[in-house]
């Protein structure tokens, strides 16, 4: 409400209607007149009023029938309705349509000005009580955020924290073994087998490397750069990657792929790394002469994929925790293949940044299987 509190009154009698104003103007208010309904109606729709008066018996629509159009536009509005015929029947529908007060003609000076004055405090009280509810609401919204804000960073400290701890570990191995060699602890014939532990663990620092910049780059606004895919032909680049070991492990590779299969709007990059990462784990992770199974399919409105392995295996309390950053199962360490436990956390995130979903079975020392689920962008005509 402004300053001024700002009144129309609609009535086809312009007797009334200039009555009202002769009485209230002087009193501060602003008063405009409409000498029937539609007119009122299209005054008010142009904002501004605190308070109308309305007559109930008007051409073309009644002022009762006037309230619920009046509240559509502003639900705050005070209506006061003016009549020359007032009974208790037509004053509960007039409250029931949502008038606040009622005036039978003809009324006092003084009648006048305690309606529209108790009207206008009913507006003021009715603002304010939204504005405390919204003010609540918005404080409630930010405390949320703060709070989902404050769980973020913790988990970015942990992350930082764990992110350390495992850098740091392959340097102190490689600090630890030059120094042995330097020192002279070292005889000539060992030094060959303590370099070549060196460069194992180097190797390790820049997977782990490696695994971070990809998962920076996940987050980092640049990488989502969209742009047409097919999965399928990704999935064959990324098979003839890992061809030469697929070969030299003697594993038996079958690919069961769709023909047909869409494309779909993602970052090219990360649907290679998805492949490239589940496809890497289960060379890695599957003993020669073992069976590898990729396939690649559409159901309706889903892009399928799986890759199924038999191999070591996850323990099913394992399989519970391996999409957390740098957690490696025991059997997976103990097996000897070199990880950074970072590939499946960067493989949840692809598929989830496409709302899609990812989920394991495996049975511990007979195979695993990895499935995740894409949806395919709506077809366009
Ligand atoms: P890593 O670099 O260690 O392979 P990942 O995040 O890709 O990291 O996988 C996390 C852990 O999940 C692995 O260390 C291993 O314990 C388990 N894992 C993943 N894929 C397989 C698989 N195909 N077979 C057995 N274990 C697997």
């Given at each position: 409400m402004g300053e001024i509190p700002e009144l129309l009154v609609i009535d086809d009698e312009i007797g009334i209607c200039e009555g009202v104003q002769r009485v209230l103007e002087p009193?501060?208010?602003k008063v405009d007149i409409a000498l029937d309904g539609m007119t009122g109606l299209e005054l008010m729709r142009q904002?501004?009023?605190?308070?109308?008066?309305?007559?109930?018996?008007m051409p073309q629509i009644s002022g009762l029938d006037l309230i619920p159009l009046i509240h559509k536009v502003d639900p705050e509005i005070i209506c006061i309705i003016i009549t020359g015929y007032a009974t208790v029947e037509m004053a509960v529908s007039a409250i029931k349509q949502g008038a606040y007060d009622f005036l039978t003609k003809p009324f006092s000076i003084d009648t006048l000005l305690l309606a529209?004055?108790?009207?206008?405090?009913?507006?003021?009280?009715?603002i304010e009580a939204k504005r405390t509810a919204q003010a609540e609401a918005e404080a409630k919204a930010l405390t949320e955020e703060n709070d989902r804000l404050l769980a973020l960073d913790q988990a970015k400290k942990q992350f930082i924290r764990l992110v350390t701890h495992e850098l740091k570990a392959p340097v102190s191995a490689i600090e630890t073994y030059l120094t042995l060699i330097l020192k002279g602890y070292v005889d000539p014939d060992n030094q060959k087998e303590i370099l070549e532990k060196c460069i194992t663990r180097a190797r390790e620092e820049r997977r782990l490397i490696?695994?971070?910049l990809e998962l920076g780059q996940l987050e980092s606004a640049l990488s989502f750069q969209l742009s047409p895919v097919n999965p399928g032909e990704v999935l064959t680049d990324v098979i003839a990657e890992f061809w030469e070991e697929i070969?030299?492990?003697r594993?038996?590779?079958?690919l069961d792929t769709d023909h047909d299969i869409p494309e779909t709007r993602a970052v090219p990059e990360q649907i290679k790394s998805l492949?490239?990462?589940l496809i890497s784990n289960a060379v890695k992770y599957t003993p020669p002469d073992g069976r590898i199974t990729i396939s690649l399919r559409r159901e309706g409105d889903w892009l399928i994929g799986s890759v199924k392995d038999t191999g070591i295996g996850i323990s099913q309390e394992d399989c519970q925790r391996i999409f957390s950053e740098f957690y490696r199962?025991?059997?997976?360490v103990d097996f000897g293949a070199p990880g950074t436990g970072l590939g499946l956390v960067i493989v949840k995130r692809v598929i989830e940044s496409m709302n899609g979903t990812i989920c394991v079975e495996s049975v511990l020392g007979s195979g695993t299987t990895f499935q995740f689920q894409i949806p395919l962008p709506p077809a366009s005509d």
């Open positions: 009193e501060g208010f904002g501004g009023y605190d308070l109308i008066l309305l007559d109930v018996k529209v004055n108790q009207g206008l405090e009913r507006r003021n009280l009715s490696d695994d971070l070969k030299l492990k594993l038996d590779l079958v492949w490239s990462n199962a025991k059997n997976a």
